[in-house]
């Protein structure tokens, strides 16, 4: 954790993504590969940050810190603590949208406007998140990768098994 300052970034990234485009994401996990669409109409920023971090390494070797059955499986923290982020911070978007199914991918904040690099992928509906997390794509192919990661819970306050982690994540535009 105390590392991230020598890995983050001073301010969000520019926009760079074109909302007409469609990004496809291969998160590339030890027990599989996932692959997602990403919703860049629907949440640019989200898809903006996501789309930056992924090419430049940020989410390589990174834990799933918090994987709770039935509800999520979050990432994003390269300190594996559940307390880090990039450096920045955005706002959230697409507060329409619900979850309604699994395989939503969404970012993880700490309340309202503090998205940053921590994302998670549903297990279920989950309408109790509705309106207060950026929706920002869904998984296509390896919800059962997804649904085989190890259980933990760091807020537990027992001893946690190794976590399965995000060799690397590729991202194809079209």
């Known amino acids: 954790y105390f590392l991230l300052p020598q890995k983050s970034y001073l301010a969000c990234p520019e926009m760079t993504i074109d909302p007409e485009k469609t990004y496809m994401v291969t998160i590339k996990t030890e027990k599989g590969d996932v ?17 930056f971090l992924a090419r430049q390494g940020w989410f390589d070797d990174v834990p799933f810190h918090r994987v709770l059955p039935g509800f999520v ?50 297990y279920d509906a989950a309408p109790d998140l509705n309106g207060g997390y950026t929706i920002f794509g869904e998984v296509l192919e390896g919800m059962e990768v997804v649904e085989s990661l190890t259980a933990r819970d760091p807020a537990s306050g027992t001893e946690l098994p190794e976590a399965d982690r995000i060799i690397s994540i590729k991202i194809t535009e079209k």
């Open 73 to 122: 499986a979050q990432g994003g923290d390269p300190s594996g603590s559940g307390m880090g982020g990039p450096g920045y911070q955005f706002d959230n978007e697409n507060a329409e949208a619900v979850f309604d199914r699994a395989g939503l991918v969404a970012m993880a904040n700490s309340g309202a406007n503090t998205n940053g690099s921590q994302f998670f992928i549903t």
């Open 35 to 51: 692959v997602l669409e990403l919703y860049p109409k629907q949440a640019p920023w989200a898809v903006n940050s996501f789309v």
